[in-house]
């Protein structure tokens, strides 16, 4: 399914509340269908937020503590508490959101994900968001791991100094996708060199 852009889901909305609208004042007053129809226009303008919702860009899921677990993360730029707090898994998935309608490519996002640690958030990876068009013209949401790890020179090797419950952890990709010219993949599958871990919150930048 096609997300349209913000402009064409508007003017949709307008098109329809006002034909109704004008249907409605026309069939119950007296008054001139010119004025039904200013009336109209003026009550079209006054579209509830949820037309204009942020577009789903990725969903993320895996199956926890044999449930799987599912979440659909929206285009908002405040820190977000994902429904299953706490529930641990070998391996997350990150797949894409909804396909967008438009003339021009999106803004690229990045996606930061953490995880609960004591009363703090642990900064897990961040993954960078690009749109790439499909065979259709449509964009769809391709994704890019952003780990950045610390590390150190010990012992002669390389040691990170990222901590998750005090065991130094680093991201691994196991996806079976290959990632296109720019380094971006279809979708990403990764997890803990330490084992499991929860994705407990996440911001959309």
Not at 37 to 64: C, D, E, G, H, K
Not at 124 to 147: T, V
């Amino acid at each position: 399914m096609l997300t349209p852009s913000m402009d064409s889901l508007f003017w949709n909305y307008y098109a329809l509340v006002m034909t109704r609208r004008i249907g409605k004042a026309a069939s119950h007053s007296r008054a001139p269908v010119w004025i039904a129809l200013m009336l109209a226009i003026a009550s079209a303008f006054t579209a509830p937020a949820t037309v204009l919702a942020a577009p789903v860009i990725m969903v993320l899921q895996s199956r926890a503590q044999d449930e799987n677990v599912q979440a659909k993360i929206e285009a908002i730029p405040d820190i977000v508490t994902s429904p299953f707090v706490g529930k641990l898994s070998p391996k997350w998935v990150v797949l894409p959101g909804q396909a967008i309608a438009s003339a021009q490519r999106p803004a690229d996002r990045v996606v930061h994900l953490f995880r609960k640690v004591g009363l703090q958030q642990s900064h897990i990876c961040s993954i960078n968001l690009r749109y790439y068009p499909d065979k259709e013209g449509a964009w769809i949401p391709h994704f890019q791991m952003d780990e950045q790890p610390a590390v150190v020179r010990r012992n002669g090797r390389w040691v990170p100094i990222k901590q998750l419950q005090g065991i130094s952890s680093l991201i691994v990709l196991t996806s079976s996708t290959l990632p296109n010219a720019e380094g971006f993949y279809p979708s990403l599958e990764f997890g803990l060199t330490v084992g499991m871990t929860s994705i407990d919150a996440w911001i959309v930048r």
